[in-house]
Structures are given as C-alpha cells and as structure tokens.
C-alpha cells in the first residue's frame, strides 16, 4: 500500500491496495450493514470472500457505495434500480473517456 | 445572513401538500444530482434542494419556517432570526441520513442549530468511533505529474462544554502524492470526526479531481494532447514540438500520417508503476490560400494527385 507520512498523519491512496472489511465499508460509507449485503447481492458490489466476514472490498468499491447511499438515499430508487444506475453511470464514463481520446 | 425561501428553491407554492413538495424534490433532484447533472451548479443546487426539501418535508421544521418566513413576507436581504424565535419548536431530526452537518447554510443552521442532527444520534452511545468525513479535492493535471501541497479547511462538528455542537474550522496541510489520478481517493487515518470516550476517531477521505486543461485531456493515466499538423508535415514527415505536463518534447511524425492519427509518447502519461502514456492525436491545419502563390500551389497539388477523392468511403 502507498503511503506518505507527512504532519504526523498517514495518507493512502485508497485504490491502491486498500481493501476493506464489510465493517470499515459501513462506516466510510456510513450505510447500513443490510443494506451493503443488499447491494452484493444485487451486483452493485463484488467483493473477494465468501462469507460476509471474509468479504473484502477494493478500494474502488468506496467510490461505488457512496453513489449507491446518495442513489437510496435522495432518489429513492430502490437496490435492483441502484444497479441499473450504476451501470449506466460505468457506460456514460467509459463512452466518455473514449470521446477524450479523439478530437 | 440571506433568507433562502425553500418554497422558490423548490418551485412550490406555499400551500403546497406534502406530495407536491415530494414530487418537486425528486425531480429537481434527479436534474441536479452532482453524480449525474451535467449542470455547471449542479452540486450547489443539489445542497439548497436537500436543504430545503429536509425543512418543507419535515412538518415540525416546516411550521417553524413558516412562522418565520411570515415575518419576513415581502422584505428581502438581511436576516435575522428573531430572539426566541423557536420556543415551543423541538426538533426530532431525522437521524444520521441524508445530508453532512457541514451541508446547510448559514440560515439553516441559525433556525435549526449548528450540526444538530450528526450530534443528537452520537449522545446515545458513550463509546462511538468518529465519523468518517469525505471532501474534494481540485488539483492541476501538472499537480499529479509533480506532487504539491494543498491546505484544506473543514468544519467540524465537536461537542462544547455544555454539549452542544458546534462546527469547528480546522485546516489540514497535506501532500498530493506524485502520480494520483483522477477519481482516487486518499485517506487520511484519524483525521475525520472525533470518536466520544475511548473509541478512535474516523478517517477523511478526499476525493481527487482534476481541473480541466486548456490543452490535455485525462483518461486514467493516460493523457492526450491534440497536435495540429501542416498538411507537408503530415505528407512528408516532420519533427515537431509537443507540449507536454513535464515540458517540451520532440516528435518525429511519419511521412504519410493521416488526421487522428495518434502517436504514442511511452511513459510520458500520469507518473506511476506503470506510467500512463501521452498520444498526441494528430489533425491537419490547412494553410489559407490568400495569395496567388497559395492558390497556384493549390492547383498544383490539384494537378499532382488527378485520381484523389477525398470521398471515396462515401460510396457504396
């Protein structure tokens, strides 16, 4: 894992190496056990492990959870839609990274 | 302080019923949502409607406003809550969803108290970790090639003596590591809320974006840069200069090369292990013909190439 020392406080840069526990994804996230056991099992989230407690989690993983919260959470919209939404966000950023790659 | 009227925020009349209140939030919502708006203001505007929807969908605090906002009818500017306003109001909060403390306005926070709600859920327990707090950050492309020092102002809720909360400014100097990218996110362990008795504090995460460039555009590591080209650079070849984050770089361009052409420039992307790549995406400028001796040479490259069509692909 990356990490720089510097004002005697460590910083990591979370996509790289980081994995979290089901525990330390609830509280970066600040969602609900449930709810992110919800979202594995509807694909939002594809963590390494079997069991919940084995399940460990990327660091982009925090990214995802934190749209999928502000999904729930402002919009309503329910797991399944939070999936669905999530894909298409993958597909608007993936279409428009490739638009950047050309004039 | 400015009064916010969050029946025009929402676009609502006054005697608006809770449906309608609901209805206009979820599509000013949907617009405005920062992750999906292509808005400018999107994140802005996205706060003052969670503000204002938080008060009009909550009766307590709707009643509340309202007996305010009869005060202030017509009149426009400066605002101050009355002394002893919010007698007889008691705010349940809605517990920990929704919107960050540091979120609200300043008129928010004089009607309903400054971080009320983060802090209401947290007396319960005498031993709870701190929250975790996320921010942005907004860096240069050149930031991510060199590494640089930011300073960084929270606010932060803490309980005073009397245990109330109160929001605190902090400012954080940290160090952008050299080859971040776009979207990551670094976390700094110990340094979002503070815990309540023994339990540790949460962490701060901030996540990375870029400012837009006049000349690059990012993709993950890779960078591209666009490189105009003269129509004789492009038909026999040349060594140009291509800008780059890290300076000035030479490309030999092969004879023959097309418009979207991209060159490769390896290692010379975002630094890292790998270190993304710079294309540079060749388009043709083509030279006015403003003097005879351009339009003679136009007609002669004309003459030279009798079988060219520029439009061959458009046929069947």
Redesign the interface.
Known sequence: M?S?M??D????????E?QLTLDQLC????AHEELVRVWVVEGVLTPIGAAPHEWRFT?AS??RA??AL??T????INAPGVALALDL?DEIAALK?RL???? | MKFQDYYQTLGVARDASPEDIKRAYRKLARKYHPDVSKEPDAEARFKQIGEASEVLQDPEKRAAYDAVGAQQAGGSGDFQPPPGWDTGFEFSGRGDEGFDAQDHSDFFEALFGRAARGMGAQRRAMHMPGQDHHAKVLIDLEDAYRGAQRSISLRVPVLDAEGRGVLQERTLAINIPKGIREGQHLRLAGQGGPGLGDAPAGDLFLEIEFNTHRLYRVVGRDVYVDLPLAPWEAALGASVAVPTPDGEVELTIPPGSAAGRKLRLKGKGIPGSPAGDLYAVLTIALPPAGSDMAKHAYAALKAAAPDFDPRASLKG
């Not at chain 1, 509280?27 to 600040?30: K, N, S, T, V």
């Not at chain 1, 959470?73 to 309503?76: I, V």
């Open positions: 990356m720089i510097n004002h406080h460590t910083i990591d840069i979370v996509e790289e980081l509280r970066a996230c600040r660091g925090l990214r934190r749209l502000t999904l959470r402002e919009l309503e966000m990274a950047r790659t050309v004039t």
